[in-house]
């Protein structure tokens, strides 16, 4: 006997293939198939096509943009403040500043690591979509800006001891995350869709 021949390689492959539901009466009829799925995100959606003459051709575009543009006009105030750092204690100056009034509506200051929520945009209790500006500073230990990098709490400058961002409370925009980085910059980082 001759061990493996080329007619049950190939016979071993086709039941494989039948196996895995690579081969359908559509391969047979020459005509397309197609399978569509859509990411939970709403960022993607994939669609892969099938043809005798081309195998496989995958094309990724974004999905629904209709649905990431009616999440930009859906109110959702929950949206945190949250504060952490990556080098150790240090103090650090949060104020949240309400855009339309330029209302304060939180300001701390805190020894870092904090650990949970510092504030959660909803206690500002906005009327619909409303933009709130949230500013970080790194602080002395007497609750005053550091010698070389003071900014004023308003000047809308940016340095590497001081960050800013805007968010709206919309469905379209996630927490708000205050970081003091290993090189000891503060950074706020937040998702949109």
């Known amino acids: 006997m001759q061990g493996t021949t080329r007619r049950s390689l190939l016979a071993g492959v086709g039941i494989s293939l039948a196996a895995a539901g690579c081969l359908s009466d559509a391969e047979e009829t020459g005509e397309a198939t197609t399978r569509t799925s859509t990411q939970v995100s709403l960022r993607t959606e994939t669609t892969e096509t099938s043809t005798p003459e081309n195998p496989i051709t995958v094309t990724e575009e974004p999905a629904n943009r209709e649905a990431t543009a009616h999440a930009s006009k859906v109110p959702d105030a929950d949206h945190a403040i949250t504060l952490r750092s990556e080098v150790g204690e240090t103090r650090v100056r949060v104020r949240v500043v309400r855009e339309e009034t330029g209302e304060v509506v939180f300001e701390t200051t ?3 690591p904090v650990g949970g929520d510092l504030y959660n ?5 906005p ?3 409303e933009t709130f500006r ?3 500073e790194l602080v002395g230990s007497g609750g005053t800006a550091t010698e ?3 900014t004023e709490p308003d ?3 940016d340095t590497r001891r001081r ?10 925009y996630a ?7 290993e090189d000891g910059s503060v950074s706020i980082v937040y998702a949109i869709c």
């Not at 945009?121 to 209790?125: C, G, I, T, V």
């Not at 961002?165 to 379209?172: E, K, L, P, Q, V």
């Open 121 to 125: 945009l909803r206690e500002a209790d």
């Open 134 to 136: 949230i500013c970080a």
């Open 127 to 129: 009327e619909g979509i």
């Open 175 to 181: 927490d708000a995350h205050v970081t003091v980085e």
């Open 148 to 150: 070389s990098d003071a």
């Open 110 to 112: 805190e020894t870092t």
């Open 155 to 157: 000047s809308g400058e």
């Open 163 to 172: 960050d800013c961002a805007t968010i709206r409370t919309s469905a379209c």
